[in-house]
């Protein structure tokens, strides 16, 4: 099975500040990882497919990178709204894997 | 607008069974492929199972292969998860997903776009 590793665990950020969370693939995913936003007590959103390309209706302040086993999320203007956990996923081969996420807060 | 709606959670004695559905609307059923999502109380995103189209491709976590079956029914626009021998670790928030097919040299890659809200299973003594 395919092991998705982000860091940090935990970020702490001013508002406006530039935020980036690195996810690592155990091995080569091409560029099928994807990006979600869990904001807490609701369900999951999509914000990224394909490892760079933008879900319809997410700000453009969120972007992605990456490709083969190194990716992140980057978050230009980190906003209140953005409060929430990030999780990357994997779905180049089964069993479809996510990283253990990513919880970004306030300072 | 597009809607997943969950239903058929509920406390469990280990070793029970249980069915979830899933109603989906607002979208061409079977013009995506579905998946089941879980999340243990506190914990993170665990991918559970997922299938094609027809239904003619299943896929599951090793966590819980040999005792769950993925299912749809594209006339009724419905997605299930049969549950059997349920065990305490399988307690969770289950997750109906939508997953978007993309084909790439003659290959099917699934991306999860949309969510449903969630049912709870929680199996205890």
């Known amino acids: 099975d395919i092991q998705m590793t982000q860091s940090p665990s935990t970020l702490s950020a001013s508002v406006r500040d530039r935020v980036t969370i690195t996810c690592r693939a155990s091995?080569?995913?091409?560029?099928?990882l994807a990006w979600h936003q869990q904001k807490p007590g609701k369900a999951p959103k999509l914000l990224i497919y394909?490892?760079?390309s933008l879900e319809s209706g997410v700000p453009s302040r969120f972007s992605g990178s990456g490709s083969g086993t190194e990716f992140t999320l980057t978050i230009s203007g980190l906003q209140p709204d953005d409060v929430a956990t990030y999780y990357c996923?994997?779905?180049?081969?089964?069993?479809?894997?996510f990283g253990q996420g990513t919880k970004v807060e306030i300072k | 607008e597009v809607q997943l709606v969950e239903s058929g959670g509920g406390a469990v004695r280990p070793g029970g069974s249980l069915r979830l559905s899933c109603a989906a609307s607002?979208?061409?059923?079977?013009?995506?492929?579905m998946s089941w999502v879980r999340q243990a109380p506190g914990k993170g995103l665990e991918w559970v199972s997922g299938?094609?189209?027809?239904?003619?491709?299943?896929n599951y976590a090793d966590s819980v292969k040999g005792r769950f079956t993925i299912s749809r029914d594209n006339a009724k626009n419905s997605l299930y998860l049969q549950m059997n021998s349920l065990r305490a670790e399988d307690t969770a928030l289950y997750y109906c997903?939508?997953?978007?097919?993309?084909?790439?040299?003659?290959?099917?890659?699934?991306?999860?776009?949309?969510w449903g809200k969630g049912t709870t299973v929680t199996v205890s003594s």
């Open positions: 997903a939508r997953d978007t097919i993309s084909l790439w040299f003659a290959t099917y890659y699934y991306c999860t776009d949309v």
């Open positions: 607002g979208f061409t059923f079977d013009d995506y492929g």
């Open positions: 299938i094609n189209w027809n239904g003619g491709t299943t």
């Open positions: 091995q080569s995913i091409s560029n099928w």
């Open positions: 394909k490892a760079s």
């Open positions: 996923q994997q779905y180049n081969s089964y069993p479809y894997t």
